[in-house]
């Protein structure tokens, strides 16, 4: 695989641990409160939580990626790639934090493993 790929990689890594990080952290934190005062307090608190803040930094570190990425390929290639973050999602949700994984799901995914290559190769 061309080292290229490298930037396309990192920002998809970094996106997916972000998203489990946030799950992980807010499903110890409760629902969302109804109230507006409430929300506000349940949201500052979660932000403030150290492993939340690790995935913003995680998004800005996936943008840094991002950018690195888009000076090096057309973004009709680079964006498909993205698409895999939703796969590796999907795999870690059912590995970490024991969600379903449905036939619609794995289809979804192979239907988007199959657009990625369709991208990449033709």
């Given at each position: 695989?061309?080292r290229?790929y490298?930037?396309i990689i990192g920002?998809?890594?970094f996106?997916?641990?972000g998203?489990?990080v946030l799950?992980?952290?807010?499903?110890?934190?409760?629902?969302l409160?109804?109230?507006?005062?409430?929300?506000?307090?349940f949201?500052?608190?979660?932000?403030?939580?150290?492993?939340?803040?690790?995935?913003?930094a995680?998004a800005?570190i996936?943008?840094?990626?991002?950018?690195?990425?888009?000076?090096?390929?057309?973004?009709?290639?680079?964006?498909?790639?993205?698409?895999?973050?939703?796969?590796?999602v999907?795999l870690?949700?059912?590995?970490?934090?024991?969600e379903?994984v449905t036939?619609g799901?794995v289809l979804?995914?192979?239907?988007?493993?199959?657009g990625?290559?369709?991208?990449v190769k033709?």
């Open positions: 695989m061309n290229n490298f930037s920002c998809i890594a996106t997916v641990y998203q489990l799950k992980w952290r807010l499903s110890h934190k409760g629902v409160p109804e109230e507006f005062a409430a929300k506000l307090t949201l500052f608190r979660a932000f403030i939580d150290p492993y939340v803040l690790s995935a913003f995680a800005l996936a943008s840094f990626f991002w950018m690195a990425a888009m000076s090096k390929f057309q973004i009709s290639v680079a964006y498909p790639f993205m698409s895999l973050a939703f796969a590796l999907l870690f949700s059912a590995l970490l934090f024991h379903p036939i799901k979804g995914i192979g239907l988007i493993c199959a990625i290559i369709a991208t033709f």
